[in-house]
């Protein structure tokens, strides 16, 4: 389900009306969504779906309760504010808790296309019909999805504040197999805008990964020059942004703790290479309006050059802390460089093309040291050439060490992201020395 600002607005007007709570909150969301898979040349299953959902909070004093339902009727809202009010005064005081905010003034959305959110079943299908295209050219047989929609999400508070922000995606992915099922190759691509993907040259580079000719080799775990591109660094800066954190850091639980209870903010953490931005009014990688709490979300430079600028800070935390609050960042750019992914290669005497990554877990959040699986094409390099397919990887290694041993940069571009997640990342190609395998995982 799909509301304007006025129709959301007008339901949170109600409900807080109705409220008998010192203040409350509200929070409302929703979605209409359409997708198509395919397989073996033609479409297999299609869904369309709409969905609301709103979560009322009350507040009795310092203490709070929630209630969360699925749908918009009328009655079902009031029913969940006076249970909210019901769960309040049986819970203990907050000792964190903090009231509501009033208004507060954001950016316009940069995430909503009339356009995409009108595409139909027959603009997915039209799509994956030119993936499958691509390749049957090649002789390779071709599986995935094609995905859009609109959705929004909303926040009003009893102290006067409303936030309201829409967004439009078009999703694209598809993963190519050799018809021995021997290798396979995989390319993607999500946007607010259909305008910026195209579905061939989705298909196109997909089936080029897949249809290697040479047979798949397996490589000895230890550490490898890499080449990753783009949305395996995608993967890799969301861990680095989800890490960043004030509170883990000033209470010693993080890698960005300094000495004496304080953060790392100001030092040198990463290579120069490396900066890191969000802005909700970004060209490519729009951060919503709003985040946590209903905070107004503002430029920001969370590393720039290396350097620790800024980390998320709850308004709580700010409090104690005595500094600003800062909503953590969903969507961000990882700057790039002007290299582009034939010139690392060209520049690698022995390493790995990475495609993506999946399964990736933090093991350690004092070191950053995550694990993960490559994923639908590694190709070994020799001597600044492509000589063969490699089988998966594990690898164990440090965000920190992985982001100071930086070689190369290329063009920053949106990047494909896993299960349906609207938030948007844009990333650069990226060369890594020393980059470390831990062991084999002899898939495709």
């Not at 807080?16 to 297999?44: H, M, P, W, Y």
């Not at 094609?146 to 009003?156: D, L, Y």
Request: aromatic share 8%; glycine share 10%.
């Amino acid at each position: 389900m799909f509301l304007t600002r006025d129709d959301v607005k007008s339901i949170a007007d109600r409900l807080i009306g109705r409220s008998n709570a010192d203040s409350c909150k509200i929070f409302v969301e929703g979605s209409e969504t359409q997708s198509l898979r395919f397989a073996c040349g033609s479409a297999t299953t299609n869904v369309a779906s709409a969905q609301a959902r709103l979560r009322v909070t009350s507040h009795i004093g310092a203490r709070s309760g929630s209630v969360s339902i699925g749908g918009l009727d009328a009655r079902a809202l009031e029913r969940a504010l006076a249970r909210s009010e019901e769960i309040a005064r049986l819970m203990p005081e907050d000792p964190e808790f903090m009231a509501p905010l009033g208004p507060r003034n954001y950016l316009s959305g940069a995430r909503y296309d009339e356009a995409t959110a009108a595409l139909g079943l027959g603009d997915l299908a039209e799509a994956a019909g030119r993936i499958i295209a691509a390749g049957r050219g090649s002789g390779v047989n071709m599986f995935g999805f094609a995905g859009s929609g609109r959705g929004f999400e909303a926040m009003a508070t009893s102290n006067g504040l409303f936030a309201y922000d829409r967004t439009s995606f078009v999703d694209l992915s598809t993963t190519a197999r050799r018809r021995d099922d021997l290798w396979s190759g995989w390319a993607g691509g999500r946007a607010f805008a259909a305008a910026g993907l195209d579905a061939s040259a989705i298909g196109r580079r997909a089936a080029e990964k897949a249809a290697q000719a040479a047979e798949p080799v397996d490589l000895e775990p230890g550490r490898y020059t890499v080449v990753l591109e783009p949305v395996a660094v995608g993967e890799l800066a969301r861990w680095l942004v989800w890490m960043m954190d004030a509170r883990a850091a000033d209470e010693g639980r993080s890698f960005f703790s300094g000495r004496g209870g304080a953060s790392r903010i100001g030092e040198a953490l990463f290579d120069e290479k490396i900066t890191l931005r969000s802005d909700p009014q970004d060209g490519v990688a729009p951060e919503a309006c709003f985040g946590a709490e209903g905070l107004a979300q503002t430029p920001r430079r969370w590393i720039e050059k290396g350097v620790l600028r800024e980390l998320a800070r709850s308004r709580f935390w700010a409090r104690k802390t005595e500094r600003e609050s800062v909503p953590a960042a969903r969507s961000f750019t990882l700057e790039g460089g002007g290299t582009s992914i034939d010139e690392m290669i060209r520049a690698t005497r022995r390493g790995v093309l990475v495609t993506r990554l999946w399964y990736t877990n933090m093991l350690d959040p004092r070191s950053l040291l995550l694990t993960g699986l490559t994923r639908d094409g590694n190709f070994l390099i020799e001597n600044g050439r492509i000589v063969a397919p490699a089988r998966n990887m594990r690898f164990n290694d440090s965000l920190a060490q992985i982001f100071s041993r930086v070689g190369a940069l290329g063009p920053s571009a949106r990047v494909w992201l896993d299960m349906g997640d609207d938030a948007a990342i844009s990333a650069p190609p990226m060369m890594v020395e020393e980059f470390e395998f831990s062991s084999k995982s002899s898939g495709i």
